[in-house]
Nanobody, 120 residues
Framework: QVHLVESGGGLVQAGGSLRLSCAAS????????MGWFRQAPGKEREFVAAISWDGSSSQYVYSVKGRFTISRDNAKNTVYLQMNSLEPEDTAVYYCAVSIFATTMEPAYWGQGTQVTVSS
């Protein structure tokens, strides 16, 4: 059975940083793209960032470009999201996802989510 477990969320002041981690188990995900989505209260879940199977390419939603960085460690079956210069608008539950493709994000598996709250 596939499990994705996110960690690293919390409460931070505007301008601060957090690093999210997502550890995958149950199978090897090194040949699949991985990514992060988020869902704020009252809003639909939105794409945040994705990284290809080998880490050679990444994509970001415009609102986080230059502030967030996605990376992965295939030896550890883990994907990370470094979030800097956080803004109150970044407050959301952040979800890790594994794609069915190697280079583009089409979620097949989801984590349970981790709360990120940015205070002004």
């Amino acid at each position: 059975q596939v499990h994705l477990v996110e960690s690293g969320g919390g409460l931070v002041q505007a301008g601060g940083s957090l690093r999210l981690s997502c550890a995958a188990s149950g199978r090897t995900f090194s040949t699949y793209a991985m990514g992060w989505f988020r869902q704020a209260p009252g809003k639909e879940r939105e794409f945040v960032a994705a990284i290809s199977w080998d880490g050679s390419s990444s994509q970001y939603v415009y609102s986080v470009k230059g502030r967030f960085t996605i990376s992965r460690d295939n030896a550890k079956n883990t994907v990370y999201l470094q979030m800097n210069s956080l803004e109150p608008e970044d407050t959301a539950v952040y979800y890790c996802a594994v794609s069915i493709f190697a280079t583009t994000m089409e979620p097949a598996y989801w984590g349970q989510g981790t709360q990120v709250t940015v205070s002004s």
